[in-house]
T-cell receptor, first 114, second 113 residues
Framework: AQKITQTQPGMFVQEKEAVTLDCTYDTSDQSYGLFWYKQPSSGEMIFLIY??????QNATEGRYSLNFQKARKSANLVISASQLGDSAMYFC???????????FGKGNQVVVIP | KAGVTQTPRYLIKTRGQQVTLSCSPI?????VSWYQQTPGQGLQFLFE???????NKGNFPGRFSGRQFSNSRSEMNVSTLELGDSALYLC????????????FGPGTRLTVT
């Protein structure tokens, strides 16, 4: 079974500052993928970034980067230069490699303030 | 390119009724997955269809069922609705049997009274 843990309470972030969202996971799989999704109040889940378990380099996508520490089973998301439009729920998820089934964490609420 | 569409967007049903939700994936995508999102349980996987075949199934009772058509459009059905079925139902499509990019639709908000 796969388990994702996101325990941070809601966060307020100053515009233009960086924010780190914590995610730890547990799995017995050797090959897996880690994902971060953004869910604004409209409800749609927006894919942000992906990290494969065998990728040696941390993934980056624009202002998003994933700090992957395999031994610690953590996959933290870093958002640089926060914007007002970044206010949303952020979900960490994982899947077994070769499988589209995603297991999600409970999410982190982020509010960016001007 | 059009995104994933879900219909209807909002639905109100009464306990005991049944409901059918529809999901049209991005053109060319063959995999459709369904998720239920509630405040208490969070996001939970329901099932995945790929090329009209159910590939994965989550831990939901048999009242929850789905199917996929030859054009990759998918429907999910919930029979004998319970109050606890009130949720946001999201579908996600991806190009292939395994893709690190799954695109989600806007969801269908189901309220059971």
């Amino acid at each position: 079974a796969q388990k994702i843990t996101q325990t941070q309470p809601g966060m307020f972030v100053q515009e233009k500052e960086a924010v780190t969202l914590d995610c730890t996971y547990d799995t017995s799989d050797q090959s897996y993928g880690l994902f971060w999704y953004k869910q604004p109040s409209s409800g749609e889940m927006i894919f942000l970034i992906y990290q494969g378990s065998y990728d040696e380099q941390n993934a980056t996508e624009g202002r998003y980067s994933l700090n992957f520490q395999k031994a610690r089973k953590s996959a933290n998301l870093v958002i640089s230069a926060s914007q007002l439009g970044d206010s949303a729920m952020y979900f960490c998820a994982m899947s077994r490699y070769g499988n589209n089934r995603l297991a999600f964490g409970k999410g982190n609420q982020v509010v960016v303030i001007p | 390119k059009a995104g994933v569409t879900q219909t209807p967007r909002y639905l109100i049903k009464t306990r005991g009724q049944q409901v059918t939700l529809s999901c049209s994936p991005i053109s060319g995508h063959r995999s459709v997955s369904w998720y239920q999102q509630t405040p208490g349980q969070g996001l939970q996987f329901l099932f995945e269809y790929f090329s009209e075949t159910q590939r994965n199934k989550g831990n939901f009772p048999g009242r929850f069922s789905g199917r996929q058509f030859s054009n990759s459009r998918s429907e999910m059905n919930v029979s004998t609705l319970e109050l606890g079925d009130s949720a946001l139902y999201l579908c996600a499509s991806s190009l292939s049997g395994y893709s690190y990019e799954q695109y989600f639709g806007p969801g269908t908000r189901l309220t059971v009274t």
